[in-house]
């Protein structure tokens, strides 16, 4: 399909690529590395190879949330965002952006939201899962009472809030211990993401703040096949949810969600994410350079789903939700 786009596609900058290493054999840093820092070159080639007509790009992981000094966090988001800007701006028909937030800074980070909105363009924000913040070991969730007024600002200016996964810190991993191969894209950065965003669905958030649309990739982090679950654990002792939100979680999830397939190039998961979520909540996206476009492309391409579903899941759900055009 042509057309496409894509929008969980990373960068990075001098100041955030060792962020990435370690993830994938030694051998391999060399490619990835050259991959993280190539916006248009070999990025733009495999777009044209694979019909990927536009990436939102964003920063690699976790970067500005890793980073405890609130100082340091606002000062390095800001230095990507506009480096990010300036990248776009060279080739404004291939490329969007997405905003490194420093939500350590909850204030800080609403002002930067507003200033890649209105003032670098930028279609929304992309971020890696919970913030260190002041000290080290720590682990802030958004769900926390200090964000509302963050939430409030991602409501107004309609910018549509990427939660992308990060490890959990050593101390909140016991379970993997011994286990390593867990950590990352196999496992844990998963498990990671979806008890944020059921944190959020719980909290009230979205009753508060309806207009919010959360996106989360990897085909959803699981949510859609344990959603159903999470919802009707135990039904028959009728016992109220003991959350904040006022509804079933599966209607937050349907209603203030979008799902990407990145790095999820499955038939069988696309399927039940579109029976949970509906065709109009999904997003075709890669996760370059930790996945391949081709792999991704190809496999969307030929998926046995509608031509119209290929359609609005590869390009239109993504034109209509970022109002790319407009
Ligand atoms: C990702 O961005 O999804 C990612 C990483 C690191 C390793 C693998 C991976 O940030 O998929
Ligand atoms: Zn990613």
Not at 61 to 77: F, S, Y
Not at 236 to 247: C, D, E, F, Q
Not at 270 to 290: A, K
């Amino acid at each position: 399909m042509d057309g496409k786009i894509a929008l969980e596609e990373h960068f990075a900058i001098q100041d955030t690529l060792s962020d990435s290493a370690g993830y994938l054999p030694p051998d391999t840093w060399e490619e990835l590395s050259g991959r993280l820092l190539d916006i248009h070159d070999r990025r733009v080639r495999e777009m044209d190879a694979h019909g990927i007509e536009i990436m939102i790009l964003s920063l690699n992981a976790p970067a500005i949330q890793g980073i405890h000094d609130r100082a340091e966090a606002v000062a390095l988001a800001g230095k990507a965002n506009d480096f990010l800007a300036e990248a776009v701006a060279k080739r404004p028909d291939r490329f969007l952006g997405f905003a490194a937030l420093p939500m350590q800074d909850p204030g800080a980070a609403a002002r930067e939201l507003e200033r890649c909105v209105t003032e670098l363009g930028f279609v929304g924000a992309n971020v890696n899962g919970f913030s260190q913040v002041d000290e080290p070991d720590t682990a802030v969730y958004y769900d926390l009472p200090q964000y509302r007024d963050f939430w409030a600002t991602v409501e107004a200016l309609d910018a549509p809030f990427y939660l992308h996964p990060r490890n959990p810190l050593p101390s909140m991993a016991q379970i993997y211990e011994g286990h390593p191969w867990l950590l990352g894209p196999t496992w844990a950065f998963g498990q990671e993401t979806a008890v944020h965003a059921l944190r959020l669905m719980a909290s009230g958030l979205f009753d508060e703040h309806p207009g919010i649309q959360i996106v989360l990739g990897h085909m959803g982090e699981g949510l859609p096949f344990s959603i159903w679950r999470c919802d009707n654990r135990n039904s028959w002792t009728n016992a109220p949810p003991a959350y904040p939100a006022k509804r079933k979680l599966a209607e937050y999830l349907q209603e203030n969600f979008y799902i990407t397939t990145s790095g999820n190039f499955r038939t069988q998961s696309l399927v039940d994410t579109m029976l949970e979520l509906g065709s109009d909540r999904i997003m075709f996206s890669v996760d370059w350079p930790f996945e391949n476009v081709d792999g991704g492309a190809k496999w969307f391409d030929e998926v046995t789903i509608s031509e119209a579903d290929r359609r609005k899941i590869g390009r239109t759900n993504a034109v209509r939700l970022f109002k790319i055009g407009e």
